[in-house]
């Protein structure tokens, strides 16, 4: 029989915190920004609706279950993008984040394409930038998130962020701040 508040592994705590740790040291969010989850079978773990990434508490990775239950009032706002990922692509891990040089590049072009070796490596050339005309949590913002992710590792949410996978929380970080340093030089070079 399933446990009905199965407890967050010290292990999950541990690569939650690290990377949201990360995530405000790069200045990828704000101190309230971004949101990380990791599926796990059935289950989704995921931060609380409000929770400072960079100072991740105790209480503040939350699990909910793939389809929409009772526990999703504690987690993210994000947690229908979040769940239309799992559901539409193989990713184990996603990291949602604020990086001010890719938004910036969001609002002005529909791709950002690096020049830069890492990111081309990385991110496999051109990332595609998704509009919405709701930004956070809304049904439409995940359906043209969970399609362009379908064939990339990151995309952009027109003035809103980015949201990247991977098989890791690490792995789905990396693509985040390869994106945004791949953005910096694209500014320098203006």
Known sequence: MERLDPIIDADVRERFSAVGRDLFLTGAISSHGGNLSE??????????RG?????LGD?????TRTSACDRDAECSRELVVHRALYEETATRAVVHAHPVHTIARSIRYDVITPVDSEALYVL????????AAETIG?????SLLAEALAGHPIAVLATHGVFAIGATLEEALYHVTCLEA???VLDLLE
């Open 124 to 131: 496999g050339g051109a990332v595609p930038v998704v509009r």
């Open 59 to 63: 209480l503040d990775v939350v699990w």
């Open 182 to 184: 791949a953005c910096r």
């Open 39 to 48: 599926r796990h079978g059935g289950r989704i773990f995921i931060t609380r």
């Open 51 to 55: 929770a400072m990434l960079g100072r």
């Open 138 to 142: 809304s049904a439409e913002a995940a």
